[in-house]
């Protein structure tokens, strides 16, 4: 047990159960449960670009416009991590694409 475990302890959640009490239920949603309205995908897409594609796309060009003015370790670093967060983000829009407007095969049956 690591020192700051006492922190922690009244923080931890139920993932997987039912809601009652204390707990929070943070487990995905029945299988004929309904996605949320368009109008709420639309939004959620919306935000998903201006908020992650947007400012990365920012970051991305802000660290090439300015390469001169930084060490090459910061320079090295932060390309290497902007790399890694664009491939986290493509695979993130992949699922929201999928969750929000393509229609599972479980869904059509």
């Known amino acids: 047990m690591f020192a700051g475990d006492h922190l922690f302890r009244d923080l931890r959640f139920d993932l997987g ?10 487990s995905a949603p029945e299988a004929g449960a309904p996605h949320g309205q368009p109008g709420q995908n639309m939004i959620n897409l ?7 594609i947007n400012t990365l796309a920012w970051m991305t060009r802000w660290l090439v416009l300015n390469r001169d003015l930084i060490p090459l370790i910061s320079y ?27 229609k599972s095969s479980r869904e059509k049956e």
């Open 76 to 102: 090295t670093v932060g390309s290497v991590g902007l790399a890694i967060m664009t491939v986290m983000n493509i695979v993130l829009f992949y699922r929201l694409m999928r969750s929000d407007f393509m």
């Open 46 to 52: 919306g935000t998903y670009v201006v908020f992650r």
């Open 17 to 26: 159960g039912s809601v009652g009490g204390d707990q929070l239920d943070l």
